[in-house]
Every structure is written in C-alpha cells, then in structure tokens.
C-alpha cells in the first residue's frame, strides 16, 4: 500500500522559513504536489513538480517564497517555505499522481495526511 507522510510542520513567526518534507513508500510518482487548507476555506493549490523535477508550478499566493524539491532516490518531496506569511497558516498536504503534472487536487489519487503549519504575526 502506498504511503505520503508529511513532516516539518510547526509554528513560526512571520518572516521565518519552515521546510516540509513527503516521503512515499512504495514507488515513485511521476507527479508530486503540496496542497494547504485553511480553517473554514476550500484546499488550495501550492506547488507541483514533475517526476525529473525539470517543471514547477506554484500557487499565485506563494509565487517567489516557496520552492519545491523532490529527491526520487529518498522518493521524497520537499517545500521550502520563505518569508512566510501569518495567511500561509493551514494544514499542509502532499499529494502524488502518476499522470502528467496538474494543478488540480482530483488528478492527485494519493493523499498524506498532512502536517499544519501555523505562522504568527
């Protein structure tokens, strides 16, 4: 059974960086990306990279802070979170789909079971 666990939530002050992490047991997915909800608003689109980490795409709100990684030899993904925002506060998760890369949460058949970040103004 294929497994995404995410790590490197926290709390951190605005302005500060956190780094999350996604391990996938199992096997490697050609496509892997962070999505982040927020209480009382709908999941939300943060990042997605493709299986040879060659393409990125980000959400509009996290353009030019975050950047994604991905290491298939430790079939891990990375989100590096700069200058971070008290709105970036949400639960954070890691998806994995096998297709090509996509920015929508119903191509992503593989869900963690995410890992809240909270930033304080």
């Known amino acids: 059974q294929v497994q995404l666990v995410e790590s490197g939530g926290g709390l951190v002050q605005a302005g500060g960086s956190l780094r999350l992490s996604c391990a996938a047991s199992?096997?490697?997915?050609?496509?892997m990306g962070w999505f982040r909800q927020a209480p009382g608003k709908e999941r939300e689109f943060v990042a997605a990279?493709?299986?040879?980490?060659?393409?990125?795409y980000y959400g509009d709100s996290v353009k030019g802070r975050f950047t994604i990684s991905r290491d298939n030899a430790k079939s891990t993904v990375y989100l590096q979170m700069n200058s971070l925002k008290p709105e970036d506060t949400a639960v954070y998760y890691c998806?994995?789909?096998?297709?090509?890369?996509?920015?929508?949460?119903?191509?992503?058949?593989?869900w963690g079971q995410g890992t809240q970040v909270t930033v304080s103004s």
């Open positions: 998806a994995a789909r096998l297709g090509s890369i996509s920015y929508n949460e119903a191509d992503f058949a593989s």
């Open positions: 199992g096997r490697t997915f050609a496509v």
């Open positions: 990279i493709s299986r040879s980490g060659g393409s990125s």
